[in-house]
């Protein structure tokens, strides 16, 4: 009976493989027609509402589940991730610039955000040291090496705390939380290991040698395009998964992040859902993580929570505002008291 579980949480886990492999085909078969593009517009506002609507899943994964296949798929997705970038700048060094571009660097740029920033935050909290290797290749690919010093050495010690520049205060909207935090974690990983910083950078200086060497200079504005969207994805992200939480221990708890019980999120997203169980321990692989009750709750999935908070802020606010009161946290834990 274990296995047949395991065997359904792997099947499950698969739902990560559909928008990368859309992506990676999309862009091996260019160059395309302007409106070819167009579609994809389309699975935006789908996986947006589908997302939104998803049911609750709170179950816990079995025991005993083997952990081979799982680490199969994360790795299956960053060979994927890899070869979408190449073949994107291949598209491009092909069919030179055309309008569509901009729309496909989105296309891909997201697809960067979900699947290279998703998958490589799995990666670089694996000890081995291979598999943190492969997650900086991922983060070199959108310009965002220092997010590895700075999550792990920066961001986990002092999540849920002013003093932790990708937690998102109360109040604060996602523009001013953007241009606050992307030079304040740079910052935040050059005072903990300027070594690695500069190691990243270099390696990064490269690879913008090399797209601009071996496919020209349009295909190195879009490859810094896909970047920038992905960035922004991954703030938006790091956006919600804290804000206007204030921690009260000295080590992150169950209530230090917010989660989301959507199962598209879930199963979409190797398990990057279950944040405030990956904060209690972060070196639990996305398969094995688990509900927690004591969490505050997104009102939507992660899909949908990125629109939420990029494009009806205020809406955004409401939402989280009313969870916070309700669980009696952030700045309502002190009329609590």
């Not at 398990?271 to 505050?296: I, K, N």
């Amino acid at each position: 009976m274990e296995r047949v579980a395991a065997g359904r949480l792997w099947i499950r886990h698969l739902l990560s493989l559909l928008f990368p492999l859309l992506t990676l085909i999309y862009v091996a078969t260019g160059p395309h027609r302007a409106w070819e593009s167009l579609p994809g517009l389309a699975l935006v506002v789908a996986v947006v509402l589908l997302d939104g609507r998803a049911r609750a899943v709170r179950d816990d994964p079995p025991e005993g589940v083997p952990r081979w296949p799982f680490t199969a798929l994360v790795c299956t997705l960053a060979v994927m991730q890899l070869a979408t970038v190449a073949l994107l700048v291949r598209m491009v060094a092909i069919g030179g610039f055309t309008i569509d571009l901009i729309l496909v660097g989105w296309f891909v740029g997201n697809n960067s955000g979900w699947g290279t920033l998703v998958v490589a935050h799995e990666l670089i909290h694996r000890r081995a040291r291979a598999f943190r290797w492969l997650g900086r290749v991922l983060l070199w690919t959108v310009l965002y090496d220092h997010f590895f010093v700075e999550h792990l050495r920066g961001h986990h010690a002092r999540v849920a705390t002013p003093d932790d520049p990708a937690t998102a205060r109360f109040g604060e909207r996602y523009t001013a939380f953007f241009l606050r935090t992307v030079p304040a974690q740079f910052r935040s990983a050059w005072r903990i290991d300027r070594t690695r910083v500069l190691q990243g950078l270099a390696a990064e200086a490269a690879l913008l040698a090399l797209i601009a060497i071996a496919a020209g200079p349009v295909a190195l504005l879009v490859f810094l395009w896909q970047a920038y969207n992905a960035i922004t994805l991954l703030e938006a992200v790091n956006f919600f998964e804290h804000w206007g939480l204030t921690r009260t221990g000295e080590r992150a708890g169950p209530s230090d992040a917010w989660d989301t019980d959507s199962w598209f999120t879930l199963y979409s997203l190797v398990g990057l859902s279950r944040h405030a169980d990956h904060h209690a321990h972060a070196a639990r692989s996305y398969e094995q993580l688990r509900h927690v009750d004591a969490s505050p709750k997104l009102p939507r999935g992660y899909y949908a929570m990125v629109a939420l908070a990029q494009l009806r802020n205020r809406e955004f606010q409401r939402l989280m505002t009313a969870e916070l009161e309700r669980r009696r946290l952030g700045p309502f834990a002190a009329a609590a008291a």
